[in-house]
């Protein structure tokens, strides 16, 4: 079993610039793939960003690129989110999830989530 647990969320001013983390705790961290997955209220979860288990590869969606940045660090067990140039539609919870070796981005291929953590951007 594996835990995860996100946080750094919160209210951003549109502009602005939010860290997110996940911590992981349960199995040997370096053998997972990590993702960023995220739900807006009355819309289906969507795939944000995904890391290999080596991180040296990397996924965005589209909506994201270039200004959102996924990275790992291994010694400390953790998966990170940066997210800069926030917009009002970047408002969601946000959600790590966790499975092995391969990078998906498909939500539906992970095994281990989070509980998620609250993102608002005002405008």
């Known amino acids: 079993q594996v835990q995860l647990a996100e946080s750094g969320g919160g209210l951003v001013q549109a502009g602005g610039s939010l860290r997110l983390s996940c911590a992981a705790s349960?199995?040997?961290?370096?053998?997972?793939?990590l993702g960023w997955f995220r739900q807006a209220p009355g819309k289906e979860r969507e795939f944000v960003a995904t890391?290999?288990?080596?991180?040296?590869?990397?996924y965005y969606a589209d909506s994201v690129k270039g200004r959102f940045t996924i990275s790992r660090d291994n010694a400390k067990s953790t998966v990170y989110l940066q997210m800069n140039s926030l917009k009002p539609e970047d408002t969601a919870v946000y959600y790590c999830?966790?499975?092995?070796?391969?990078?998906?981005?498909?939500?539906?291929?992970?095994?281990?989530w989070g509980q998620g953590t609250q993102v608002t951007v005002s405008s």
């Open positions: 349960g199995r040997t961290f370096t053998t997972f793939a």
């Open positions: 999830a966790a499975r092995n070796f391969y990078a998906s981005t498909r939500g539906t291929e992970y095994d281990y």
């Open positions: 890391i290999t288990y080596s991180g040296r590869t990397t």
